[in-house]
């Protein structure tokens, strides 16, 4: 299952041209995050695991900057379990050969339940947060194996560089909520908005949730990785994670409270 795909086509005049004009394109937006361009098809020597699901560049000091992801779903085996596994890199496009910056790698093996990992790819920023031209890409994922529609785990990472990586790590928002039929209302513990231990056990104790594990639904587990972190690192990746966690809150709601559809027993009843 984890086979590695060596892309080794040709690098087609088009793309080159597309890579040689990023720095012509790329602009700074005012939330430091940094405009960026897809690209279907990816250099030769990019090494890509699995199937490629998004591909960007950009420009910073640096030099020509590429971004990839790639997930994987494999089909069950004999015993019945299934595996799955995530992959991002960021090359700098340089001179004949692409160099890789750094690799992220995550996977679920061997899962008795369903397996998943997937990209959520709202998650995906490019940042210049000190303004000194080198940026910082961040992406985040869920991952889970379970039977049953609930929260999963999520993992928003940030690197900043080759050797520097910083993680917010807790759970997301999917299966939070449920439709209560007798209200007609959504139940369930609000949206966190402030995961510190103290204001999780807040929530917890406002809302008598009994035997409610920390992090909460929406929440991450701790700030740790950004002790020594330049402080706009952390400022960003807060209010990106609670960004996130917002719009997933959102549309699993919108979900919940959407009419279902009428069977086909239900449309033929007299």
């Known amino acids: 299952m984890n086979s590695v795909q060596l892309l080794r086509g040709q690098l087609r005049p088009v793309l080159m041209g597309l890579l040689m004009t ?32 998004a591909a960007y560049t950009w420009d910073d000091k640096q030099g020509k900057n590429l971004l990839v992801l790639a997930e994987q779903l494999s089909e069950r085996e004999d015993d019945g379990t299934q595996s799955a596994f995530v992959y991002a890199a960021q090359y700098l496009i340089d001179g004949d050969r692409p160099k890789r910056v750094w690799m992220l790698y995550d996977d679920v093996q061997h899962c008795e339940f369903d397996a998943a990992l997937r990209f959520d790819m709202t998650a995906t920023k490019v940042t210049d947060l000190s303004g000194d031209g080198l940026t910082q890409a961040t992406v985040g994922y869920s991952r889970t194996c379970t039977s049953d529609v609930s929260p999963n785990e999520f993992k928003l990472i940030m690197h900043a560089g080759k050797s520097q990586k910083y993680r ?4 997301d ?9 007798e209200a007609g209302a959504l139940r369930g513990m609000p949206l966190p908005k402030d995961c510190s231990v103290a204001g999780q056990q807040a929530l917890v104790s406002q809302y008598k949730e009994q035997g409610t594990e920390l992090p909460l639904p929406g929440c991450y587990g701790d700030e740790k990785d950004f002790a020594k972190a330049p402080e706009a690192y952390l400022t960003f990746m807060r209010q990106h994670w609670f960004a996130l966690m917002q719009k997933q809150d959102a549309e699993w709601s919108q979900s919940l409270a959407q009419p279902q559809e009428p069977t086909e027993d239900e449309e033929t009843a007299p």
């Not at 897809?38 to 890509?48: A, I, L, N, Y």
């Not at 917010?168 to 759970?171: A, I, K, S």
């Open 22 to 53: 990023v720095a012509c394109v790329t602009t700074v937006r005012a939330d430091n995050g940094v405009a960026l361009t897809p690209v279907t098809q990816v250099p030769e020597g990019v090494e890509v695991r699995g199937k490629q699901v």
């Open 168 to 171: 917010l790590r807790g759970v």
């Open 173 to 181: 928002r999917v299966g939070a909520s449920w439709w209560d039929e």
